[in-house]
Each structure stands twice: as structure tokens, then as C-alpha cells.
T-cell receptor, first 112, second 115 residues
Framework: DAKTTQPTSMDCAEGRAANLPCNHS???????VYWYRQIHSQGPQYIIH???NNETNEMASLIITEDRKSSTLILPHATLRDTAVYYC?????????????FGPGTRLSVLP | GAVVSQHPSWVICKSGTSVKIECRSL??????MFWYRQFPKQSLMLMAT?????????EQGVEKDKFLINHASLTLSTLTVTSAHPEDSSFYIC???????????FGPGTRLTVT
């Protein structure tokens, strides 16, 4: 079972920041938080991942709370092409034998 | 980043026939590959894990005789849907793990429609 909970859906205005929350209250110390997204009829696309520090790349920023029980993915300037299902996944460094377990994710709709 | 390809991107077959889907890691060697299935408006569900040179490990409820997986090389895994039925129509996605980082990369998916 997925170890994360996310809102089912969210809307965001084009050009505004999209903030997608994720709860992972049972995360353990060696588990990373990963974010993927899936645009309709495509495979999942890697966005970003982090352990405890905030991370930023060309796609997004990841803010992880100090207790690591939740995180927020930030798309700073959402475009229509960012409309997708966003998955928050936790995976440990000691269980590489495990694959990614996908929950239902958050369906983000970017509105013009 | 590493690239994973799938072929074909979509396929239509008649009920009772078999269809093969290929998954390739293009610029890295993948000792482990995963096959997922995704029905409309649902999330990805893991079907099986394949390790190069050994038998695949199937998830509970997935028929290993129906979904044949072969991982004969470090860059290629194949999924064969045997005696396909309309209920096998789905979006099939493969994923490959790159050592030594163990990061996992996903293919673009294959849409199978069984008529």
C-alpha cells in the first residue's frame, strides 16, 4: 500500500504557483520523498526527490517539513502543459529491492 | 537522464491472439525491470519484477502463464500477453532500474486494445 496521502484533485490558474501537498506521516529516517507526474497516456515522468533538505531543480521545488511528515511540491509558474496526475512516493535507501508504489495521486488541472 | 523506450506504443489485436511488448533501456544497463498495468482513471499497479537472467517475480493475482516476461539481456525485457482477451486491454508501462544509484526510469507506455 502507498505510504502517502494526497488530495484527489486541485486547480491552478496558468502562470500562478501550484502547490501540491503530500502527507507521509509514517516515513522513516532513511526514506526519500519522490515526485513523479503522469500526463495523459504517457509514462510517469520524474520531477524531483529529497531526503530532508529542500530541493530545487529546473522543473520544481520540494519543501519537506522539519519533522518530514509532509512535503509540498511547488511548480513556480504553472502552464497548461503541467496538467497531469502528480504522484508523491516514499522509498528507502535500504530497500532498493522494492519498486515504487503508486497511490492515486493528485490530478492537477491548470486553467487558462 | 536515462531513457527507457517501449515498442510498440500502441497495438490492437484480436481476442485469442498473443502480443509482445518490448522495453529497452537505451543508455544504461538495467539489471532489474518492472512491468506495470494501468486501467483507465486508475493508478499504476505493479505486475511483475524481472531480473536479468532469472525468472520474473509476479505480484499476487497476476497470471504468470498469461503474462510471459523475458529479461534476456541487460537492456531488453519483453512482456507477452498470451491468448489476449478484451479485459486485458490496458496501458502497460515498463520501468528500469539503473545501478548503482538504483534510480528508476519509466517508459512511455504501450496501449493495448483487444477486440
Amino acid at each position: 500500500d502507498a505510504k502517502t496521502t494526497q488530495p484527489t484533485s486541485m486547480d491552478c490558474a496558468e502562470g500562478r504557483a501550484a502547490n501540491l501537498p503530500c502527507n507521509h506521516s509514517t516515513i522513516s529516517g532513511n526514506e526519500y520523498v519522490y515526485w513523479y507526474r503522469q500526463i495523459h497516456s504517457q509514462g510517469p515522468q520524474y520531477i524531483i526527490h529529497g531526503l530532508k533538505n529542500n530541493e530545487t531543480n529546473e522543473m520544481a521545488s520540494l519543501i519537506i517539513t522539519e519533522d518530514r511528515k509532509s512535503s509540498t511540491l511547488i511548480l513556480p509558474h504553472a502552464t497548461l502543459r503541467d496538467t497531469a496526475v502528480y504522484y508523491c512516493i516514499v522509498r528507502g535507501t535500504l530497500n532498493y529491492g522494492q519498486n515504487f508504489v503508486f497511490g492515486p495521486g493528485t490530478r492537477l488541472s491548470v486553467l487558462p | 537522464g536515462a531513457v527507457v523506450s517501449q515498442h510498440p506504443s500502441w497495438v490492437i489485436c484480436k481476442s485469442g491472439t498473443s502480443v509482445k511488448i518490448e522495453c529497452r533501456s537505451l543508455d544504461f544497463q538495467a539489471t532489474t525491470m518492472f512491468w506495470y498495468r494501468q486501467f483507465p482513471k486508475q493508478s499504476l499497479m505493479l505486475m511483475a519484477t524481472s531480473n536479468e537472467g532469472s525468472k520474473a517475480t509476479y505480484e499476487q493475482g497476476v497470471e504468470k502463464d498469461k503474462f510471459l516476461i523475458n529479461h534476456a539481456s541487460l537492456t531488453l525485457s519483453t512482456l507477452t500477453v498470451t491468448s489476449a482477451h478484451p479485459e486485458d486491454s490496458s496501458f502497460y508501462i515498463c520501468s528500469a532500474r539503473e545501478p548503482p544509484t538504483y534510480e528508476q526510469y519509466f517508459g512511455p507506455g504501450t496501449r493495448l486494445t483487444v477486440t
